[in-house]
């Protein structure tokens, strides 16, 4: 799946955290959805082939591991969910587009004036961006000021706030 298409899989990191999995029914029906985590994942979900061990976001090799899963996985579509894999991919965002894989995460110039809910309870309602793009809407015109990542109405209403998982 790209940004704007249905082809290609998709990754999803902290794969093993509820968020993960609310994100996953938000997508459209067709790509594969595939679940990554740093943490330890049971044997019997690594075993279904839509789990995988990806790096922490803190190891030198981070990126470059996560984008090698990528191509090798057939990656269309990676949907960061860290709180600490944030800036990385933000930085990473170019490398990724060269390969032809959309990362769902804001820009790193905009990741700081963004309001951040690490750990969004279950009743928010979510919106998964790539670039101002809901990624299920492939005619979409950008009606969200090019945000990229999963986010949420704020408080006030009239913001959007990027939802994360905090380590």
């Not at 928010?124 to 000021?145: E, F, N, S, W």
């Amino acid at each position: 799946m790209t940004a704007t298409g249905t082809r290609g899989n998709v990754l999803i990191t902290k794969g093993t955290q509820p968020l993960a999995q609310r994100v996953a029914k938000l997508l459209p029906a067709g790509p594969r959805i595939l679940f990554g985590s740093s943490d330890e994942v049971p044997d019997v979900l690594l075993r279904t082939g839509n789990y995988l061990r990806i790096p922490r976001a803190d190891a030198a090799a981070f990126v470059h591991e996560v984008l090698k899963i990528c191509l090798d996985r057939e990656v269309a579509t990676l949907i960061p969910l860290g709180a600490d894999e944030l800036y990385p991919m933000a930085e990473a965002r170019l490398l990724f587009d060269e390969y032809g894989i959309a990362v769902c995460v804001p820009e790193k110039a905009r990741l700081t004036d963004l309001v951040v809910i690490e750990n969004p309870p279950r009743q928010l309602p979510l919106l998964v961006l790539h670039d101002g793009r809901p990624i299920h809407d492939a005619d979409g015109t950008g009606q969200y000021d090019g945000l990229s990542g999963v986010f949420t109405p704020s408080d006030s209403g009239d913001e959007w706030a990027l939802c994360c998982i905090a380590d």
